[in-house]
């Protein structure tokens, strides 16, 4: 394999064209846009797009060339002399039959077949990116009295416009931020919401005043698609509508937080909200409720125009911290940037699969159907309370036992998976090792492409098991779990042999209490011990000391760091869902379990009981998030919540709260009417949560008695009998 593609061609193709931003159809051509020396150029190309093909199935009708290739149960390539004969061709093949291989985006047609990626040779900071955002009348651009009030742009060069606070009509902002989009020419246009509702609310008031959003680099208009499409978010997909800008790539910052937030730690996904969670929010930014827009529009207009560049402002900077990855993953997978964005990641080493093969005249295997393997070793060895704590973790388990082990997929007959996980390590080292030294921009273009390696790195185990991957091999997938189990396994017992207490294992790693008496270095000289003694290539990593541990169940516990913060992990303990004063006294509960024990979190329970009887928690503390999809408005189970979420748009978020008559509402229209007994349940549900912290139920109740069914009130303990 390295003597036909070396591994700088194996990681970004064999034929990358430097600064390509953009792969676009015209007509039965491409036309291709390249970023160099700060301009873009455009030229158009000849490209025969391809269909791969077993070789039992008739070669469909318009078909150019067919050129068989080495091995493989996929091996003829057919070519077509353009995208017309091509489509006929596809679509006819997908009403009778999935077997077959041919990506339908003309960008990843090309990319594969000629061998490249997007956005070769360039740094993030090259892109020339613009943020956008609308304020308008109404919600729904078709709605009476619907209108854009005011708008802004912000290019990553720092330039700001702001549009419709000098009385400008409706027509004459559409024209304003056509023009500008069109003189600031950028690659990216990023927006929070963007796909659900400023670009689709544009495009439908540009249609009812007969005017075009002429923001495409070929004169085009923005275009919403006709169908929705999924994007992934770890295990679970969730649908949006694109919005297409040719030669042009749109990225909506709500699904890269998301995605950044897949363990569901983010109280709201508003874009001050995130900005604030993260971090990098801005002391002094504009503020305006929803419900003051049109006011500011009519009487104060230059607040507005701070308020809607304050919010392009927080999009770029949103921007700037989570797009680097996808932009770097980009560099390599050679998909549009869309599909990198919103793609999952067994899609993408598929690709990187198929460009190689088809590099090396090598034909492509059918998936194999799905066969279930065993998982990670998980255990919990001891709930109860601990301290001090240490947590050591086997460094990029799965990737390291593929490559020390050599396990890959046997049907990869020229050795691609193996090589190019052992390329995307090496490179992932290098950009770690220049990332201890690097400052200012280097430190950010190094962390952005360690962080797109690494997610590429840790796909590779799960490209084994994936259904549609045409290299999957789940006999290999279950010998990388065996193996894992049999490492983890040993470590235990070695951390055990050395008079460790372990408390938990999960898959790579353990949390153990050291034997009393030890020093401040056993932990560390245990961890060099233990390397020893596993096999080259897969090493533990000391991950750090906590003051204490809170096990309740199998990656479910709280940690307390030894400058006092706590570390909350597992599902049953922090969701999005909960509400807010149940993650306050889960927090408050817990560090009372690490300084005063069972009576002092008791305390922290009757606390919340009163407030609740007392009336004096806020709206915003008994509410609950909720998400709005599709199917809040159709489905007959969700009626409470579609009653609440009335003029809210799917990819939006919606805090509720439960009224005393069953119903949910806004919190916005909260009136003193909460479910002051439903309240006095979920604090005893999240209270259960530490129940595994007694030694019987019977001690459970005795501080933590249920609510009665009636009045929400506590029922009280039962007499414990003594003869």
Same mark, same amino acid.
């Given at each position: 394999?390295?003597?036909?593609?070396?591994?700088? !061609?194996?990681?970004?193709?064999?034929?990358?064209?430097?600064?390509?931003?953009?792969?676009?159809?015209?007509?039965?051509?491409?036309?291709?846009?390249?970023?160099?020396?700060?301009?873009?150029?455009? %030229?158009? @190309?000849?490209?025969?797009?391809?269909?791969?093909?077993?070789? %039992?199935?008739?070669?469909?009708?318009?078909?150019?060339?067919?050129?068989?290739?080495?091995?493989?149960?996929?091996?003829?390539?057919?070519?077509?002399?353009?995208?017309?004969?091509?489509?006929?061709?596809?679509?006819?093949?997908?009403?009778?039959?999935?077997?077959?291989?041919?990506?339908?985006?003309? /960008?990843?047609?090309?990319?594969?077949?000629?061998?490249?990626?997007?956005?070769?040779?360039?740094?993030?900071?090259?892109?020339?990116? @613009?943020?956008?955002?609308?304020?308008?009348?109404?919600?729904?651009?078709?709605?009476?009295?619907?209108?854009?009030?005011?708008?802004?742009? +912000?290019?990553?060069?720092?330039?700001?416009?702001?549009?419709?606070?000098?009385?400008?009509?409706?027509?004459?902002?559409?024209?304003?931020?056509?023009?500008?989009? +069109?003189?600031?020419?950028?690659?990216?246009?990023?927006?929070?919401?963007?796909?659900?509702?400023?670009?689709?609310?544009?495009?439908?008031?540009?249609? /009812?005043?007969?005017?075009?959003?002429?923001?495409?680099?070929?004169?085009?208009?923005?275009?919403?698609?006709?169908?929705?499409?999924?994007?992934?978010?770890?295990? !679970?997909?969730?649908?949006?509508?694109?919005?297409?800008?040719?030669?042009?790539?749109?990225?909506?910052?709500?699904?890269?937080?998301?995605?950044?937030?897949?363990?569901?730690? *983010?109280?709201?996904?508003?874009?001050?909200?995130?900005?604030?969670?993260?971090?990098?929010?801005?002391?002094?930014?504009?503020?305006?409720?929803?419900?003051?827009?049109?006011?500011?529009?009519?009487?104060?207009?230059?607040?507005?125009?701070?308020?809607?560049?304050?919010?392009? +402002?927080?999009?770029?900077?949103?921007?700037?911290?989570? &797009?680097?990855?996808?932009?770097?993953?980009?560099?390599?997978?050679?998909?549009?940037?869309?599909?990198?964005?919103?793609?999952?990641?067994?899609?993408?080493?598929?690709?990187?699969?198929?460009?190689?093969?088809?590099?090396?005249?090598?034909?492509?295997?059918?998936?194999?159907?799905?066969?279930?393997?065993?998982?990670?070793?998980?255990?919990?060895?001891?709930?109860?309370?601990?301290?001090?704590?240490? !947590?050591?973790?086997?460094?990029?388990?799965?990737?390291?036992?593929?490559?020390?082990?050599?396990?890959?997929?046997?049907?990869?007959?020229?050795? @691609?998976?193996?090589?190019?996980?052992?390329?995307?390590?090496?490179?992932?080292?290098?950009?770690?090792?220049?990332?201890?030294?690097?400052?200012?921009? %280097?430190?950010?273009?190094?962390?952005?492409?360690?962080?797109?390696?690494?997610?590429?790195?840790?796909?590779?185990?799960?490209?084994?098991?994936?259904?549609? /991957?045409?290299?999957?091999?789940?006999?290999?997938?279950?010998?990388?779990?065996?193996?894992?189990?049999?490492?983890?396994?040993?470590?235990?017992?070695?951390?055990?042999?050395?008079?460790?207490?372990?408390? %938990?294992?999960?898959?790579?790693?353990?949390?153990?209490?050291?034997?009393?008496?030890?020093?401040?270095?056993?932990?560390?000289?245990?961890?060099?011990?233990?390397?020893?003694?596993?096999?080259?290539?897969?090493?533990?990593?000391?991950?750090?000391?906590?003051?204490?541990?809170?096990?309740?169940?199998?990656?479910?516990?709280?940690?307390?760091?030894?400058?006092?913060? *706590?570390?909350?992990?597992?599902?049953?303990?922090?969701?999005?869902?909960?509400?807010?004063?149940?993650?306050?006294?889960?927090?408050?509960?817990?560090?009372?379990?690490?300084?005063?024990?069972?009576?002092?979190?008791?305390?922290?329970?009757?606390?919340?009981?009163?407030?609740?009887?007392?009336?004096? &928690?806020?709206?915003?503390?008994?509410?609950?998030?909720?998400?709005?999809?599709?199917?809040?408005?159709?489905?007959?189970? &969700?009626?409470?919540?579609?009653?609440?979420?009335?003029?809210?748009?799917?990819?939006?978020?919606?805090?509720?709260?439960?009224?005393?008559?069953?119903?949910?509402?806004?919190?916005?229209?909260?009136?003193?009417?909460?479910?002051?007994?439903?309240? !006095?349940?979920?604090?005893?549900?999240?209270?259960?949560?530490?129940?595994?912290?007694?030694?019987?139920?019977?001690?459970?109740?005795?501080?933590?008695?249920?609510?009665?069914?009636?009045?929400?009130?506590?029922?009280?303990?039962?007499?414990?009998?003594?003869?």
């Amino acid at each position: 394999m390295t003597a036909r593609l070396d591994p700088e !061609k194996l990681l970004y193709g064999p034929n990358p064209r430097p600064g390509l931003v953009a792969v676009e159809l015209a007509g039965e051509d491409l036309r291709l846009y390249a970023r160099q020396a700060g301009r873009v150029r455009s %030229e158009t @190309v000849r490209f025969e797009p391809w269909l791969l093909l077993p070789p %039992e199935m008739p070669v469909p009708a318009g078909a150019g060339r067919v050129e068989v290739l080495e091995g493989g149960e996929l091996n003829r390539l057919v070519r077509f002399p353009g995208w017309t004969a091509w489509r006929s061709a596809r679509a006819e093949l997908s009403r009778q039959t999935d077997d077959f291989l041919g990506p339908p985006s003309p /960008a990843e047609q090309f990319l594969t077949a000629e061998g490249g990626a997007l956005f070769y040779g360039l740094r993030f900071e090259d892109l020339v990116r @613009v943020a956008l955002d609308i304020e308008s009348s109404t919600l729904d651009p078709t709605a009476p009295g619907a209108r854009v009030l005011a708008a802004a742009l +912000r290019d990553s060069r720092g330039q700001e416009f702001a549009f419709g606070v000098r009385g400008e009509s409706e027509a004459e902002i559409l024209t304003a931020l056509t023009r500008a989009v +069109r003189e600031l020419d950028p690659d990216i246009i990023e927006g929070h919401n963007v796909f659900a509702f400023d670009l689709p609310y544009l495009v439908g008031r540009a249609g /009812a005043l007969g005017l075009s959003l002429d923001w495409g680099r070929d004169g085009s208009a923005v275009r919403v698609a006709s169908a929705a499409r999924q994007y992934r978010v770890g295990p !679970k997909a969730f649908r949006f509508v694109p919005v297409r800008v040719y030669g042009r790539h749109v990225v909506d910052t709500m699904h890269l937080v998301q995605r950044y937030d897949a363990a569901g730690e *983010l109280e709201s996904y508003s874009l001050k909200s995130v900005l604030a969670a993260l971090g990098i929010g801005r002391e002094g930014r504009a503020t305006l409720h929803w419900t003051e827009i049109e006011a500011a529009w009519a009487k104060a207009p230059e607040r507005l125009a701070e308020y809607v560049l304050d919010d392009v +402002r927080d999009v770029g900077a949103l921007s700037e911290l989570l &797009l680097p990855t996808d932009f770097y993953q980009a560099q390599v997978v050679p998909h549009p940037f869309e599909d990198v964005t919103a793609g999952g990641t067994g899609e993408k080493i598929n690709s990187l699969m198929v460009r190689a093969y088809l590099a090396l005249g090598r034909g492509i295997p059918r998936p194999e159907p799905p066969v279930s393997y065993p998982g990670g070793y998980t255990e919990l060895r001891a709930a109860g309370i601990f301290a001090p704590v240490v !947590k050591v973790d086997i460094e990029s388990l799965y990737p390291s036992i593929m490559l020390a082990f050599n396990i890959g997929p046997a049907r990869d007959t020229a050795g @691609v998976f193996l090589t190019l996980l052992r390329v995307l390590t090496d490179e992932r080292l290098e950009a770690k090792d220049r990332l201890r030294s690097a400052q200012g921009p %280097e430190r950010a273009y190094w962390n952005g492409r360690q962080a797109a390696l690494k997610r590429l790195i840790n796909s590779f185990y799960g490209y084994l098991g994936y259904a549609r /991957a045409n290299f999957n091999d789940y006999r290999a997938a279950a010998r990388v779990t065996q193996v894992g189990q049999e490492i983890i396994k040993e470590v235990v017992g070695w951390l055990e042999a050395a008079g460790a207490r372990v408390i %938990e294992v999960d898959t790579d790693g353990a949390y153990f209490v050291p034997p009393a008496g030890a020093g401040p270095d056993f932990d560390r000289s245990l961890v060099e011990a233990v390397n020893r003694r596993l096999p080259p290539g897969i090493r533990l990593a000391w991950e750090g000391r906590f003051a204490g541990m809170l096990a309740l169940k199998a990656k479910n516990y709280i940690l307390l760091t030894e400058d006092g913060e *706590l570390v909350i992990k597992g599902s049953g303990l922090r969701s999005r869902r909960d509400e807010r004063f149940l993650r306050q006294f889960a927090e408050e509960a817990a560090r009372a379990f690490f300084g005063g024990g069972p009576e002092a979190a008791a305390e922290r329970y009757r606390f919340w009981l009163e407030q609740i009887d007392a009336g004096t &928690l806020k709206p915003e503390d008994f509410g609950r998030l909720e998400s709005v999809t599709p199917k809040t408005f159709t489905s007959p189970n &969700l009626r409470r919540l579609a009653q609440a979420a009335a003029g809210k748009h799917p990819g939006e978020r919606i805090m509720v709260y439960q009224r005393a008559d069953g119903s949910l509402a806004p919190v916005e229209a909260y009136a003193g009417d909460e479910d002051r007994a439903y309240l !006095k349940r979920r604090l005893y549900d999240m209270a259960l949560r530490f129940r595994p912290l007694f030694k019987d139920q019977a001690e459970f109740d005795r501080l933590f008695p249920k609510p009665s069914a009636k009045s929400g009130r506590p029922e009280p303990a039962e007499q414990l009998r003594l003869f």
